[in-house]
């Protein structure tokens, strides 16, 4: 449980997808939403780990298969949701349970369509080392940014009430190379790779919210809004994943002394998610230079919020990710 929480509303009647809901900051909001009343979709890479976690949340729930590194992957995963395409039998809560074969209560039905009142895009990746998703991008900008960037615009006609993306205050020391996205050429460090992603998702958030305010995106209400979130520094896998032992050993000894539990972090999602916002509000802890401590309203760089700067990085996002 966190040190301190927040008053989360009832979301009884309410559905929540959720990407990267198996660990992390992302299971913990899964639980708090569950608690709450929410009917949780868990979007997950790993679908057997996605079962068990969703047998353990208290509600109704669907386990949904999308690898955030492949755009085939996001577009079947969207298919499925939408009605209009489907996913294997994996990527379906439906299978053995218990010895019994069926449908888990809040699973539709095949080529009914969802409804989403909150889309949680939580999903992240860090890596040691330079690589690059199916699609041919490097990795985290594949998988931060433009992998959810594609599934929040496929799934946006589903969305009632809000789309939260996580991102970082690691974006302040990010920046967007137009001429080398993909690090090919300049040099590439985890650091600045995952800047660089969290950058962008602030960057395609702005663009997103201003484009549901101004008519150019349509969901399926009016006043969906876009919130985006730091949730600090959360004592999880991501922390410690540099590649070498021994740092890793460091780092998760730092971490047990400074960061915070993953539950505390996710109360910043929570908030993101359920309170009477200013549109496209950037959410973070209010302690330790927004490193742990209960939600508040940050600041974010002049950068990313420059709806110029975002507007280019929406259309090189849709570029790459052949979105309308």
């Known amino acids: 449980m966190p040190e301190e929480t927040i008053d989360i509303p009832d979301l009884a009647g ?13 299971l913990e909001t899964a639980r708090a939403a569950s ?4 009917r949780v979709i868990l979007a997950v890479r790993d679908t057997e780990r996605g079962r068990q976690v ?3 949340l208290p509600g109704e729930t669907r386990v949904v298969e999308v690898d955030l590194a492949s755009l085939e992957s996001v577009r079947r995963a969207a298919g499925e949701l939408t009605g209009v395409g489907g996913g294997d039998a994996e990527g379906r809560v439906g299978g053995q349970i218990g010895g019994q074969i069926g449908r888990v209560a809040g699973e539709k039905a095949d080529g009914e369509v969802e409804q989403i009142d909150v889309l949680v895009n939580n999903a992240g990746a860090i890596s040691p080392r330079r690589c690059e998703t199916a699609d041919g991008f490097e990795m985290l900008l594949g998988v931060n940014v433009l992998g959810p960037f594609l599934l929040t615009n496929l799934l946006l006609p589903l ?22 996205p993909h690090c090919r050429r300049r ?27 101004d008519g150019r995106a349509e969901a399926a209400a009016a006043g969906v809004d876009v919130q985006l979130t730091h949730p600090g520094w959360a004592a999880t896998g991501i922390s410690n994943a540099t590649g070498n032992a021994a740092i890793d050993r460091v780092v998760t000894g730092v971490c047990s002394i400074f960061a915070q539990p993953a539950a505390q ?5 929570m908030f993101a998610a359920t309170r009477p916002l200013p549109p496209c509000s950037y959410t973070g802890p209010d302690a330790m230079r927004h490193l742990r401590g209960m939600p508040t309203l940050i600041g974010r760089s002049a950068e ?6 975002a507007e280019r990085f929406w259309e090189f996002a849709a570029a790459e990710t052949a979105t309308d």
């Open 304 to 309: 990313a919020s420059d709806p110029a700067i």
């Open 265 to 269: 972090a996710a109360l910043t999602t």
């Open 187 to 213: 040099r590439w460090t985890p650091a600045a790779a995952y800047a660089q992603s969290k950058f962008g998702d602030m960057l395609w958030g702005l663009a997103l919210d201003q484009r549901l305010r």
């Open 14 to 26: 309410q559905t929540w997808l959720i990407t990267g809901a198996t660990s992390g900051v992302g």
């Open 35 to 38: 608690r709450a009343g929410a």
């Open 54 to 56: 969703a047998a353990r």
């Open 159 to 180: 969305v009632r009430r809000r789309v939260v993306i996580v991102a970082s205050n690691a974006h302040k020391s990010g920046s967007f190379d137009v001429d080398d």
